[in-house]
T-cell receptor, first 114, second 114 residues
Framework: DTGVSQDPRHKITKRGQNVTFRCDPI?????LYWYRQTLGQGPEFLTY????????KSRLLSDRFSAERPKGSFSTLEIQRTEQGDSAMYLC????????????FGSGTRLTVV | AQSVTQLGSHVSVSEGALVLLRCNYS??????LFWYVQYPNQGLQLLLK??????LVKGINGFEAEFKKSETSFHLTKPSAHMSDAAEYFC????????????FGAGTILRVKS
C-alpha cells in the first residue's frame, strides 16, 4: 500500500463550474477525513467518514459541498457552482479507529477558481 | 479560546543552530498532540506524536517535543538545523473536547540560512 492518494493534484476551473476530487485512503483505515487549507493557514476540518457513514460535517461545508464514501473505500468531494473563495488545497487523510495516533495525509488537490 | 497557538509565523535559524518552534494548546481534557511538516505543494507528514505515554517524544529527522501540562505547551526542538529542515510546521491537537478530530495551528515557516 502506497499511502493516501488524491486525484487530481491540480485543478483549474472557471467560476460556476462543478468539480470533483477523489481520495483513496490506506486500505486498512476505516476513517477518512477531508480538510481545506488556504494560504498562510493551517488545515481546517471539513468532514469525516467512518466506513461509509459520514459522521460529521463542519459549518465551513456549505450546501455547495458534498462528500461521499459509497463503499467505505475511496471518497469523493464535489463542489458545485465554484466560487473564487473555494480556491484552496483540499487535503484528504485516513486513520485507523479513533485517529488519536495521527492521520496519514495525501498530497492534496490544489484548486484554483478563475 | 484558540485551540492551538503557534507563536511566530516565521522562524529563521542558521544551519547548525538550535531549532525551537513553539506550540500552546487549549484542552480541558487530556489531549493527544502532534507535529506535522509540510513541504511546498505537498501534503502533511507526521513528525511525532504525544499520546499520554512519555512526555518527551522523539520523532523523525532528529526532532523531539516535550509535553508540559502545567504550561499547556508542546514545543518542537532540534539541536542542529539542516538546510533540508526548511518547511512549514504545524502543531495539532486531538481530544474529546474537539470531537476527537485533529485541530491545527496556523503553522510556522522555518527558514534555514547557510
Amino acid at each position: 500500500d502506497t499511502g493516501v492518494s488524491q486525484d487530481p493534484r491540480h485543478k483549474i476551473t472557471k467560476r460556476g463550474q462543478n468539480v470533483t476530487f477523489r481520495c483513496d485512503p490506506i486500505s486498512e483505515h476505516n476513517r477518512l477525513y477531508w480538510y481545506r487549507q488556504t494560504l498562510g493557514q493551517g488545515p481546517e476540518f471539513l468532514t469525516y467518514f467512518q466506513n461509509e457513514a459520514q459522521l460529521e460535517k463542519s459549518r465551513l461545508l456549505s450546501d455547495r459541498f458534498s462528500a461521499e464514501r459509497p463503499k467505505g473505500s475511496f471518497s469523493t468531494l464535489e463542489i458545485q457552482r465554484t466560487e473564487q473563495g473555494d480556491s484552496a488545497m483540499y487535503l484528504c487523510a485516513s486513520s485507523a479507529a479513533s485517529g488519536n495516533y495521527g492521520y496519514t495525509f495525501g498530497s492534496g488537490t490544489r484548486l484554483t477558481v478563475v | 479560546a484558540q485551540s492551538v497557538t503557534q507563536l511566530g509565523s516565521h522562524v529563521s535559524v542558521s544551519e547548525g543552530a538550535l531549532v525551537l518552534l513553539r506550540c500552546n494548546y487549549s484542552s480541558s481534557v487530556p489531549p493527544y498532540l502532534f507535529w506535522y511538516v509540510q513541504y511546498p505543494n505537498q501534503g502533511l507528514q507526521l513528525l511525532l506524536k504525544y499520546t499520554s505515554a512519555a512526555t518527551l517524544v522523539k520523532g523523525i529527522n532528529g526532532f523531539e517535543a516535550e509535553f508540559k501540562k502545567s504550561e499547556t505547551s508542546f514545543h518542537l526542538t532540534k539541536p542542529s538545523a539542516h538546510m533540508s529542515d526548511a518547511a512549514e510546521y504545524f502543531c495539532a491537537v486531538s481530544s474529546m473536547e474537539y470531537g476527537n478530530k485533529l485541530v491545527f495551528g496556523a503553522g510556522t515557516i522555518l527558514r534555514v540560512k547557510s
